[in-house]
Nanobody, 121 residues
Framework: QVQLVESGGGLVQPGGSLRLSCTAS?????????MGWYRQAPGKQRELVAR???????DYLDSVKGRYAITRENRKNTVYLQMNSLRPEDTAIYYC??????????????WGQGTQVTVSS
């Protein structure tokens, strides 16, 4: 079974930066076609923050454009989210998502356990 392991969340002051990382492993991964980050704040629905395809095409939530940058290392099945100029409204649990194909069990669409990002003075 494919598993995602996230790291990099924490507490930061407004205007600060954090970098999240997420690695997909296991399940005889053949290819990870798309990786992304979502977030969910208390009382709100989960929303897409940023996504990157294997060919490098990206998509961002409007409110993070110019502040966040998503990148990936295909060989390591790892995705990163550099978050700059953080605001209190960025506070949420951030979840990694990966979509792809395994050699043995067909397609997958997996989520990480979530990492807390808190922006507060």
């Amino acid at each position: 079974q494919v598993q995602l392991v996230e790291s990099g969340g924490g507490l930061v002051q407004p205007g600060g930066s954090l970098r999240l990382s997420c690695t997909a492993s296991g399940g005889s991964i053949y290819v990870v076609s798309s990786m992304g980050w979502y977030r969910q704040a208390p009382g709100k629905q989960r929303e897409l923050v940023a996504r990157i395809n294997r060919d490098g095409r990206t998509d961002y939530l409007d409110s993070v454009k110019g502040r966040y940058a998503i990148t990936r290392e295909n060989r390591k099945n790892t995705v990163y989210l550099q978050m700059n100029s953080l605001r209190p409204e960025d506070t949420a649990i951030y979840y990694c998502n990966a979509v792809g194909v395994t050699r043995t069990m067909g397609g997958f669409d997996e989520w990480g356990q979530g990492t807390q990002v808190t922006v507060s003075s």
